[in-house]
């Protein structure tokens, strides 16, 4: 039944596409740190202030929190450190599944 999901997901994006043109944008995402916990420093940004002369300086940590491997589902925080010891936790918050492409295949391991 997910195969026929993703196929549906597929038709509707695409049917979604505007006449004059459009893109569908689909990341990968995967590997062996995809299916673990992990707290990673992305990047560090500075911004200006209103005020036009004062930056602030933060970084951009991405964690993954939970991880289950039978249903392959994932909760993500998205959290910003400031250089002025300021902490915004759980910013964003996300929870997803990560769709296995070798079960769409054919055949595939599960078909053996």
């Not at 916990?37 to 002369?53: A, C, F, P, R, Y």
């Not at 993954?64 to 925080?77: D, F, G, K, V």
């Not at 450190?81 to 079960?103: H, K, M, P």
């Amino acid at each position: 039944m997910e195969e026929q999901s993703m196929l549906e997901y597929f038709v509707a994006c695409f049917r979604g596409l505007d006449e004059r043109g459009g893109i569908l944008v689909i990341d990968a995402y995967g590997g062996r740190d995809a299916h673990r916990n992990s707290v990673e420093n992305i990047s560090q940004h500075s911004i200006k202030l209103k005020d036009g002369t004062t930056t602030a300086d933060f970084k951009y940590v991405y964690e993954q929190a939970e991880y289950n491997p039978e249903t392959l589902t994932q909760l993500i925080r998205v959290h910003f450190d400031f250089s002025d010891g300021t902490i915004i936790r759980n910013a964003f918050t996300y929870r997803w599944r990560i769709w296995n492409c070798l079960l769409y295949t054919s055949p595939s391991p599960r078909d053996s």
